[in-house]
């Protein structure tokens, strides 16, 4: 059972179900941790994160990307092979979903409780503060590109001859790169900077028969998608001209 495919499909699992589990926990009615707040919410996200890539490498993937825009980033960047791709995204596809529904049983209790169903959709996916098209997708391509340039420069040769220990730490360090970027570009649109993540727990909204849920948003469900997966491309097109 261990393989490429269930490191990635593992470990985006427990992306989901740690970072849609803390948004249920802030924001549905009844729960212990409601209204907690934003700083909650993005160092839950952080700490799925590193989990999810420790879940990853336990389970077989040496890369652990846990994201459709990190592989087709270092996929351009000429660091990842373009054979694997399809392989790595089906299973985050498959892994997000199923972390949503792990997340929607956890807390099945208080789907009745909460009667918004926008915030019922906030659990399993994005969405705008302020909708606008032009500018959510340009939100969303600055964030991933700051993720996918930044794990890059993590695991970089330079930062190997500042001394710093990445094959231990590694995990810690881009669990706290998320937690930035949450922190400081998660307003606009929720951060999804990561197809899977959106995606894969919107499909588990639109299927699963949840109290009261109201629409998926798919209006708006291409944004999280498309925009995660040009600032990965611009950012790997950045790695292989800088040589990171």
């Not at 879940?55 to 960047?77: E, K, L, Q, R």
């Not at 929607?104 to 019922?120: F, I, N, S, V």
């Not at 727990?201 to 995660?228: C, E, F, M, N, T």
Request: hydrophobic share 55%.
């Amino acid at each position: 059972m261990i393989s490429e495919f269930m490191g990635e499909l593992m470990g985006t699992m427990f992306l989901i179900i740690l970072g849609d589990g803390v948004v249920a926990n802030v924001v549905l009615n009844k729960s212990k941790g409601q209204n907690s707040g934003w700083i909650v919410i993005t160092t839950g996200w952080a700490f799925a994160v590193m989990v999810g890539v420790f879940v990853a490498g336990a389970f077989g993937s040496g890369a652990a990307h846990i994201n459709p825009a990190v592989t087709i980033g270092f996929a351009v960047a000429g660091s990842f092979p373009w054979a694997n791709v399809p392989l790595y995204i089906i299973a985050q596809l498959i892994g997000a979903f199923l972390g949503g529904v792990i997340v929607w049983l956890a807390y099945m209790p208080h789907w009745a409780e909460t009667k918004d169903q926008g915030t019922k959709l906030a659990v399993f996916s994005t969405g705008p503060a302020i909708p606008n098209m032009i500018m959510n997708n340009i939100t969303e391509i600055i964030g991933t590109f700051v993720l996918v340039l930044g794990v890059a420069a993590i695991f970089s040769q330079g930062s190997t001859a500042m001394g710093i220990p990445t094959s231990g730490l590694g995990p810690f360090i881009v669990g706290a790169l998320v937690w930035g970027i949450g922190l400081s570009l998660g307003g606009p649109t929720g951060y999804a900077i990561n197809p899977a993540r959106d995606l894969g727990p919107r499909i588990a909204h639109q299927l699963l028969p949840i109290a009261g849920k109201g629409g998926s948003d798919w209006g708006y469900g291409w944004i999280p998608v498309v925009g995660p997966v040009i600032g990965g491309i611009i950012a790997g097109i950045l790695i292989a001209v800088a040589g990171i």
